[in-house]
């Protein structure tokens, strides 16, 4: 039995658990700061703390820079741009964390049309519920409102995930190193784009209570910094899909800070709507995940 394939250590399912509560807290911190900042300048602000820390990283060769460039803009200024402004408009923050998990099978559809990876039946399937499972998600009558902010979330999943398709194109690239490049890009481009289009900055700035400045440096250090640490080490030990699966559970975390903090209502066409999403989702990582299993297993034949 090979290293990577030997049962998981304990000290990796604390990485796994450590990662799983990290992104749990981090989606209701970004609620949180949306709430009293406006959602760019949050971007830009939490850019600039993770760039204080990653800025070591960010040292050459660099990949082409026409990738690295849509690499960076789709998972830094496009991707949290969108998605903070979607935090920003919605009143629970339950729905706008199940839709995030939607990047997942984007990733499977688009790595299908661009890599030319195989796309099971199976995983065709949980793309089908998961999208049928967001969308009756959202006509529940007391969360109808924030259906706008729902799309602005797919918007955002799919751009991470072309951005992650994009990556898998362009092999070698250490995760702190991305990170830093694209706080280099993300940092500037969202602090431009609030003062061009966002107003009385000062003001909330000023206004902003502690917890606000706390969720600002949960986000762009221990989040951005820690969490992704965590991955890095975990993936170097053994193939992302024998972990990313565990990660699914980030919903759960997210949603109960919501219910018994941030005054969310999950209502019976919620809950169906976003465990349909969730299983679906599932549907298409396990399968993502079987069949790197068995390419690994006809390598080794």
């Not at 050459?60 to 830094?76: C, E, H, K, Q, Y």
């Not at 890599?115 to 089908?128: I, Q, S, Y």
């Not at 999403?277 to 790197?292: N, Q, Y």
């Amino acid at each position: 039995m090979s290293a990577k394939s030997s049962p998981l250590t304990g000290l990796e399912y604390l990485a796994i658990l450590g990662i799983i509560l990290t992104w749990g807290i981090n989606n209701a911190a970004a609620k949180v700061a949306t709430h009293y900042l406006p959602p760019m300048l949050m971007g830009g602000l939490r850019f600039t703390a993770a760039l204080a820390f990653l800025f070591p990283f960010i040292k050459p060769p660099f990949p082409a820079p026409r990738t690295l460039l849509a690499i960076v803009l789709l998972t830094g200024p496009i991707h949290f741009g969108i998605i903070y402004i979607a935090f920003s408009m919605a009143d629970a923050l339950s729905p706008l964390v199940v839709a995030s998990q939607l990047w997942i099978p984007f990733t499977a559809l688009f790595a299908w049309r661009v890599l030319g990876e195989d796309m099971p039946r199976a995983a065709v399937a949980g793309l089908v519920i998961a999208f049928l499972g967001v969308g009756w998600m959202s006509l529940d009558p007391h969360g109808a409102g924030d259906f706008p902010a729902v799309l602005l979330v797919t918007l955002a999943s799919a751009c991470w995930a072309m951005a992650t398709v994009l990556v898998r194109k362009t092999p070698g690239i250490k995760p702190l190193k991305l990170q830093g490049l694209t706080a280099v890009v993300a940092a500037p481009a969202l602090l431009c784009l609030s003062a061009l289009f966002e107003t009385n900055q000062v003001a909330k700035i000023e206004a902003a209570p502690p917890i606000a400045w706390l969720c600002v440096l949960f986000a762009g250090v221990v989040s951005t910094i820690g969490a992704s640490a965590l991955l890095f080490w975990l993936v170097q030990r053994r193939e992302a899909g024998r972990v990313t699966p565990y990660f699914l559970l980030t919903p759960l975390v997210s949603c109960t800070i919501g219910v018994l903090f941030l005054g969310d209502r999950l209502s019976p066409q919620l809950l169906v709507g976003g465990g349909a999403t969730m299983v679906g989702v599932a549907l298409v990582a396990l399968t993502e995940k079987r069949a790197k299993a068995l390419e690994s297993a006809a390598k080794t034949v």
